[in-house]
């Protein structure tokens, strides 16, 4: 699988699939972009947390009163995943090796995979990045990624990796990686789905290029997830489309600068660091309800996710059916599961219209929380079609969202999912 990502290093293009069907492509080498944004080298290993800007929003500190993740096994097709890490320390689970180079599983050829899992079940130790679900454990699975410079020399395509991801015991995989289509790797994820996992994947960094599809996030039972900044503002380069199904903060946070895992990088991110949350989201409300199958936990994100008013059964192009809010479960208790057998995001309709001009509002009376309101995207060629909420509501509580949306038209048929 060839991969595209942009802005960045690398700019591999992506190729177009329509995600209602397969299109064959060449043969080309397995190659994945990681959908991670250039990182800027001035961060401190000990100041990696007070920048993780969205713990706090998110009250994490609150949830895990409820829930750490504990049970939950979180499958990382990645880089690799160093275990020796301050953070991860004691996180990480025999792991598998699907590269076919040399190396094992915990050899983060890049220093992404390791980020990932540091988001999803890092302690924090040391100074360390805080992950959403430090109960929960990653299995690291080691694909091949762009950047990897031997990538040319085997012929271990991602179709390996997701498939070995999807015969471990986790519950969840989490692909933080875009690129174009290929029949083995779209059969690999439906097997995945056919076991009953979860399988989350970043929806790709090019909104500002080709903002083509990208896959896996592109196959049908796949959630792909878009990244949102401190502001609740879709990220200039999350990329939109009919496959993109949640949000989740990927802006403005810290990353491992490289491989060599010496200090963090600012001013970075990505709907690689967004996957990552969404994953470890999952995790939290799993762990709450071990009984419950993945359309359920699927279900629950959906239902819980925040939305403009009046458009909850709606997706948008940008943030799909909002951004994931577990905090709404596991303290609010909200949430229908639903029908364990019937994926959640089934043939709906996707909200096409113009945004409506931004319409300031103060503090919610009663709750105290910043109200939040629809955005115009300034520097975009898509701006009249653009669906580009504030959400920053979304992160701090409920009931503070009162902007009034236009009525728009509802012209674009959501793909059918499969399970």
């Given at each position: ?10 700019g591999?293009?992506?190729w ?6 397969l299109?064959?492509?060449p043969?080309?080498?397995g190659v994945l ?13 000990d100041d ?8 706090d ?24 995943v ?45 100074g ?84 083509l ?9 796949v ?17 939109s ?47 709450k ?49 639903g029908?364990p057998?019937k ?32 955005r115009?995207?300034?520097a ?21 969202a ?18």
């Amino acid at each position: 699988m060839t991969a595209g990502h942009n802005p960045g290093p690398g700019g591999w293009p992506l190729w177009h699939m329509a995600r209602r069907r397969l299109l064959l492509v060449p043969a080309l080498a397995g190659v994945l972009t990681a959908c991670l944004m250039g990182p800027v080298p001035v961060a401190r290993a000990d100041d990696a947390r007070s920048q993780q800007w969205y713990l706090d929003a998110m009250q994490a500190e609150k949830m895990w009163k409820v829930s750490t993740g504990k049970g939950i096994k979180v499958a990382v097709v990645d880089t690799g995943v160093d275990s020796t890490t301050d953070s991860l320390r004691g996180q990480v689970l025999p792991g598998i090796d699907a590269t076919g180079l040399p190396g094992e599983a915990t050899d983060d050829y890049a220093g992404h995979g390791t980020t990932i899992a540091e988001y999803i079940v890092g302690t924090g130790r040391n100074g360390g990045l805080q992950g959403l679900a430090p109960g929960a454990k990653v299995i690291p699975v080691r694909a091949v990624l762009d950047g990897f410079k031997e990538w040319e020399k085997t012929t271990k395509r991602s179709s390996d990796a997701i498939r070995a991801a999807a015969d471990t015991d986790a519950q969840i995989l989490n692909l933080s990686f875009a690129g174009m289509p290929f029949a083995d790797t779209a059969e690999a994820v439906e097997y995945a789905l056919s076991k009953g996992k979860l399988v989350f994947a970043g929806v790709g960094n090019d909104r500002k290029g080709d903002n083509l599809p990208s896959y896996p996030a592109g196959y049908p039972g796949v959630v792909g997830v878009a990244a949102s900044d401190k502001e609740g503002e879709v990220g200039e380069f999350s990329q939109s489309g009919d496959y993109v199904d949640l949000s989740a903060p990927g802006v403005d946070i810290p990353v491992w600068c490289d491989e060599k895992l010496q200090s963090y990088c600012t001013d970075s991110g990505g709907t690689s660091m967004a996957t990552a949350i969404a994953s470890a989201s999952a995790a939290l409300i799993w762990s709450k309800h071990p009984d419950w199958t993945a359309n359920q936990v699927l279900r629950v994100l959906v239902d819980t996710a925040g939305r403009k008013d009046g458009k909850k059964d709606v997706a948008s192009r940008y943030i799909g059916y909002g951004a994931v809010r577990p905090r709404i479960h596991l303290l609010e208790g909200e949430g229908d599961p639903g029908d364990p057998d019937k994926n959640p995001i089934e043939a709906v309709e996707l909200d096409a219209s113009p945004p409506a001009s931004p319409s300031p509002e103060g503090n919610d009376a009663k709750s105290g929380d910043k109200a939040g309101n629809d955005r115009v995207e300034k520097a975009s060629s898509e701006a009249a079609a653009e669906e580009s909420d504030n959400d920053l509501w979304i992160y701090l509580g409920a009931g503070a969202a009162a902007a009034v949306v236009a009525v728009g038209a509802f012209v674009l048929v959501r793909r059918t999912r499969r399970t």
